[in-house]
Every structure is written in C-alpha cells, then in structure tokens.
C-alpha cells in the first residue's frame, strides 16, 4: 500500500488527518486512534484478549513517529504508545469508521463503561 500523501494533526490535537492520493482525506479522533489502537495493551493477541477502553474522550496525540516505510507510531498525551498504524489499518479505520465506532460504543454499553 502505498503512504498517505499526508497526515495531519489538528491545532487541539484532537483529530488527525490522513490524505491518501486516491482516497477522500479521512479524519479520525484522536479518541478513535486510542481505543482502537492496533497494540497487543488493546487488542490483546486473540480476539477473547482484547480490551475495551473506557474513559478518552479527552485524550490527545502528542506526537507522531514514523515507522519505516509502511506505519507510524502515534503517542497519545495519556502515555499509550505501543500501537503501530499500518497505511493499510489507517485505510481500513477510513472505510469502515461508523461500524468500529458503534461497535465500540456498544461495548462500552454492554459493560457498563463510559467515554470520560
């Protein structure tokens, strides 16, 4: 895959912009980023470890480090760091953004938790 033309953090680095060449800009809350962030802390390493996780509707990226050629490391203000987002998951994240978001708010529902 090949990488976004851009990626750009908004002034309240709440919000990050991924410009690909062939794809509308897709824009993803730094929230997003954090609660669906593809490290093992969240996803665990099969689907019965992964964690829901409440509480970062305040949270924002503090920097972002490239990775090679093929990803980026983003460092969430709350300390979170581990998670390496691929060009391909950032792509994934922008076709399929409504249905991992609800189905995000769902478990934090289903669990009694909240957004902070």
């Known amino acids: 895959m090949n990488p976004p033309r851009e990626l750009r953090v908004s002034k309240d680095r709440d919000l990050l912009t991924v410009s690909f060449a062939d794809h509308a ?8 980023l954090r609660v669906l962030s ?13 964690v829901t996780v409440p509480g ?10 490239p990775v ?12 979170h760091d581990t998670g390496i987002y691929s060009w391909a998951y950032f792509h994934t994240l922008g076709h ?16 009694g938790l909240g957004r902070g």
Do not use: C, T
Request: hydrophobic content about 35%; aromatic content about 6%; cysteine-free.
């Open 25 to 32: 800009p897709i824009e993803l809350s730094a929230e997003m």
């Open 38 to 50: 593809p490290s093992a802390e969240v996803q665990g390493h099969s689907p019965e470890q992964r």
């Open 56 to 65: 970062k509707r305040r949270v924002r990226i503090a920097r972002i480090e």
């Open 68 to 79: 090679g050629n093929y990803a980026v490391r983003i460092v969430f203000d709350d300390g």
């Open 96 to 111: 399929e953004k409504e249905e991992r978001w609800q189905g995000y708010l769902d478990e934090l529902a289903a669990k």
